[in-house]
């Protein structure tokens, strides 16, 4: 008689904590989806372990909870005291919901709350409670929703509050002609939170010039101030803002509008621990750059593309200030101005240094310079290279990809913006690419147009089982932004 046969083993005989694991890569949609498999799996998903990071916005893929009693009853079993992250859209946003995770959830850190799609506001009258442990407030505005009535109730329970996330209105599309209204009471905000580190404050379209200098006047231990995409802000406050924040390290001001005058007036040379600066798309002179990025001590991380005024002048007289010794990441993304030749003595005498480099939207700058700068770029994580403009020269990919095996060993992202008519490269491509993925181990993404390179380098990818890796331009686009040091903190939700 031979041994018994063995039933082959299924997902059923998992322990529980195993169980528990493969649970925890589901998204909170396709786990009440699969709750349903059995009782097992529906005791598993309704495990408060699982629970401690929650979206309920259906709109960016969160879960769709159709009425306020079934939160409440999520909250009491599932929630508790596990939860950590949440993020509520605004017709859960209400008295009853609010106190309850407060009197239930005493480890919730991390809220948004996105008024962004509502049509009117809760009753708040009798509001008596709110989380207090809050470390990230994100409000999602809206052009119609005004908030000082909600947030006079909350006040007294988020000066605790370290970062604070103001996201308006500019992503839903232009701002009719008009008058603006100021929805949300940024002075009366500013004197509740006084423990602020970061403030992102992203295409609120009536911020302007004194709530910077409101923010500035209360929030002693700044660190991080950004406001892309403010359209009224145009430097008058920037003076006072470096005076008295002595701690600001990061300053994202991209798409606003600076005055030459009000940015020349600030005391730069006084900003000494100021490491970071976003002026992309403010069209700045080259007077203007040259007066500022000469005078600031140590800069590290500087986005200055889109900039009419950046040219091989700026380049010349800011590598000769002394001011570059400490960068290590340049976005000079569309500076049409600056010339190949500039590009390639600057990245030859300070590459070395970087480690993220953004030379893309110059038609002028081809393969060329990247190959001639490679060797230079030993400490490059992200690169960011060509243009979507159609250009007439061809880019002949081989080499770049081989000297990127070669030199840049510890390249983490790159995108290639170049599209699948322009780019070339030769049979022997495969080998190049094989170099690229055993050597340049510590890659996450890799961006390309969709065509046949795409292809070719998504399959030698896969059958190495990196399948995550190879992207295309149409839903994932790599910056220096990764390399801002409380880059996670100002990411919306």
């Not at 007294?156 to 509050?161: D, E, L, M, V, Y």
């Not at 960068?327 to 600056?338: F, G, M, R, T, Y």
């Not at 699948?420 to 080998?431: G, P």
Request: charged share 25%.
């Amino acid at each position: 008689m031979g041994a018994p046969v063995k039933s082959p083993s299924t997902i059923a005989d998992l322990p529980d904590k195993v169980l528990l694991r493969v649970f925890s890569f589901l998204s909170h949609r396709e786990m009440m989806k699969y709750s349903v498999v059995c009782k097992k799996w529906r005791m598993v998903a309704q495990d408060s372990r699982l629970w401690g990071f929650v979206s309920l916005r259906p709109e960016i893929s969160g879960l769709f909870i159709p009425n306020q009693d079934m939160l409440l009853k999520l909250i009491a079993t599932r929630f508790t005291t596990n939860l950590r992250y949440l993020e509520l859209p605004c017709d859960l946003i209400t008295r009853e919901v609010l106190q309850e995770l407060a009197n239930k959830c005493p480890n919730l850190t991390h809220l948004l709350l996105d008024f962004s799609h509502g049509a009117q506001l809760a009753d708040f009258t009798e509001l008596n409670a709110f989380p207090t442990k809050i470390k990230y407030l994100c409000l999602c505005l809206s052009e119609v929703i005004f908030l000082d009535n909600f947030m006079k109730k909350i006040y007294n329970f988020i000066n605790g509050t370290e970062m604070l996330h103001l996201y308006g209105t500019y992503e839903q599309g232009e701002e009719e002609e008009g008058e603006v209204y100021e929805v949300l009471n940024i002075r009366t905000l500013k004197q509740a939170t006084p423990n602020l580190r970061v403030i992102n404050m992203y295409g609120v379209s009536f911020v302007d010039d004194s709530h910077i200098e409101a923010f500035s006047s209360n929030c002693i231990q700044l660190a991080v101030l950004c406001v892309n995409y403010c359209s009224k802000v145009q430097g008058g406050s920037l003076k006072i803002l470096i005076q008295r924040c002595k701690f600001l390290r990061c300053l994202m001001l991209q798409q606003t509008n600076l005055t030459n005058d009000n940015v020349m007036a600030v005391e730069w040379d006084k900003a000494l621990n100021l490491r970071e600066l976003d002026i992309t798309a403010t069209d700045l002179s080259k007077d203007c750059l040259i007066d500022l990025l000469t005078r600031i001590p140590q800069l590290t991380w500087l986005s200055a593309g889109q900039l009419d005024g950046m040219n091989d002048v700026v380049l010349s007289k800011w590598a000769e200030s002394g001011k570059v010794a400490s960068l290590k990441a340049l976005d000079v993304d569309a500076s049409d101005n600056l010339t190949e030749d500039m590009l390639i003595k600057f990245t030859e005498r300070f590459g070395d240094q970087l480690e993220g480099l953004c030379c893309s939207g110059m038609g002028h700058v081809t393969d060329t310079f990247w190959n001639t700068v490679l060797p230079k770029l030993v400490n490059a994580k992200i690169l960011v290279m060509g243009t979507a403009e159609n250009i007439t020269t061809k880019i002949h990919v081989d080499h770049m990809i081989d000297s990127l095996a070669k030199f840049c060993s510890k390249l983490e992202r790159l995108e290639f913006r170049w599209d699948n008519d322009t780019l070339r490269f030769s049979d022997k491509n495969q080998k190049a690419i094989d170099l690229l993925r055993t050597r340049c181990l510590s890659l996450k993404s890799l961006v390309l147009c969709d065509g046949k390179l795409y292809e070719i380098m998504k399959g030698n990818f896969e059958r190495a089982d990196r399948r995550s890796v190879i992207r295309t331009t149409v839903n994932s686009r790599v910056t220096i932004h990764y390399l801002l040091q409380n880059f996670d903190e100002l990411l919306f939700g």
